[in-house]
């Protein structure tokens, strides 16, 4: 492989590892917070725009599928919508 090719693949893996690790994060700091069911709803909420900001950006970048975007947003609103109306929930959001 030419070298420029390369030099440029590696950038994309650094860019594309760099957002799912953010992702991978914050999907982590949520689910610990459900564990440890905080009641706590201004900063759930913060946390939750915060995960959609980084989605959106990691999907206008093209390291995420626009769909697979849309069903985290999807999820993270599901259970944002039980803790608020006061039911138990499934802590484990897959990535």
């Known amino acids: 492989?030419?070298?420029k090719e390369e030099k440029k693949n590696q950038e994309k893996h650094a860019k594309?590892?760099?957002y799912?690790?953010?992702?991978?994060?914050?999907?982590?700091?949520?689910?610990?917070?459900?564990?440890e069911k905080?009641?706590?709803?201004?900063?759930?909420?913060k946390m939750v725009s915060e995960t959609q900001r980084i989605l959106?950006?990691?999907q206008n970048k093209k390291v995420i599928h626009k769909n697979k975007a849309a069903?985290?947003?999807s999820q993270?609103?599901?259970?944002?919508?039980?803790i608020s109306?006061?039911?138990?929930?499934n802590p484990t959001i897959q990535n």
């Open 1 to 3: 492989m030419p070298i």
């Open 16 to 18: 594309n590892r760099k």
């Open 20 to 35: 799912k690790t953010l992702i991978k994060n914050q999907f982590k700091k949520i689910e610990l917070y459900f564990q």
């Open 38 to 45: 905080k009641s706590d709803e201004k900063e759930l909420k």
């Open 56 to 58: 959106d950006k990691a």
């Open 71 to 73: 069903r985290k947003k």
């Open 76 to 82: 993270l609103h599901k259970n944002l919508n039980k």
């Open 85 to 89: 109306r006061g039911k138990e929930i």
